[in-house]
């Protein structure tokens, strides 16, 4: 059983940055893909970012004309480790953060095609 550990929320004041790291029991590269969720209190959960293997091909939810906006998501293979990093942080993007992974199949924003999911780690945004 894969077993997927968030950490790095908290509470940060709009305009701040912070990466959040998703430590991933077993091999990455057994993952075809991994993703980032979110949700937002009394919301439905959201496709935040993905990255596929081998191909590091990424998506963001705020790319717009191939250009990222301000989630950067990035794999550490030695450390086994999924990070996305949030720039310029908004109060809306307060949200119980999620890492996912898919063992197969194509990149996909699509919550429901990843196998594995984290507890999730929270992130306060202030303004």
């Known amino acids: 059983q894969v077993q997927l550990i968030e950490s790095g929320g908290g509470l940060v004041q709009a305009g701040g940055s912070l990466k959040l790291s998703c430590r991933v029991s077993?091999?990455?590269?057994?993952?075809?893909?991994m993703g980032w969720f979110r949700q937002p209190p009394g919301k439905e959960r959201e496709f935040v970012a993905t990255?596929?293997?081998?191909?590091?091909?990424?998506?963001?939810?705020d790319s717009v004309n191939g250009r990222k906006g301000r989630f950067t998501i990035s794999n550490d293979h030695a450390k086994n480790t999924v990070s996305l990093q949030i720039d310029n942080l908004k109060p809306e993007d307060t949200a119980v953060y999620y890492c996912?992974?898919?063992?197969?199949?194509?990149?996909?924003?699509?919550?429901?095609?990843?196998?594995?999911w984290g507890q999730g780690t929270r992130v306060t945004v202030s303004s």
């Open positions: 996912a992974a898919r063992a197969s199949g194509a990149q996909t924003r699509t919550a429901e095609a990843y196998t594995y």
């Open positions: 077993e091999d990455l590269t057994s993952a075809r893909a």
């Open positions: 990255i596929s293997w081998p191909s590091q091909l990424t998506a963001y939810r």
